[in-house]
C-alpha cells in the first residue's frame, strides 16, 4: 500500500469541480483508492465519497492506493491534490 498526506489550500476545501478531476483521475487505476480524514474514508473512484466527507481548507487528508498500479496511483493522484487543491 501506498499513501499520501497532504493539507488542502484552496478556500473552498474540495468542492464538485476538483472532486470530478479527482473522481476520473482514480477512475483510470486498478488499484483501491480512498482519501481519509478524521477516522472516516470515502472511495476516490466515487463522486460522493470524496463530497461526503466535507474537507474543507487546512484540513489534513490521507490518500492511500492499493493494488497491482499503486504507486502509478499514489504519485498521479498527490500530483492533482497539489495542483488542484
Known amino acids: 500500500m501506498k499513501e499520501f498526506k497532504y493539507v488542502i489550500q484552496d478556500d473552498q476545501g474540495i468542492h464538485a469541480r476538483p472532486a470530478g478531476i479527482l473522481v476520473k483521475a482514480a477512475g483510470g487505476f486498478k488499484s483501491d ?7 472516516k474514508q470515502g472511495d ?10 466535507c474537507i474543507k481548507k487546512g484540513d489534513e487528508i490521507r490518500v492511500t492506493a492499493e493494488g497491482e498500479d499503486e504507486v502509478e496511483a499514489a504519485e498521479k493522484m498527490e500530483k492533482l491534490f497539489k495542483e488542484n487543491l
Open 44 to 53: 476516490l473512484k466515487r463522486i460522493f465519497g470524496v463530497m461526503g466527507l
Open 33 to 39: 483508492i480512498h482519501i481519509h480524514k478524521d477516522g
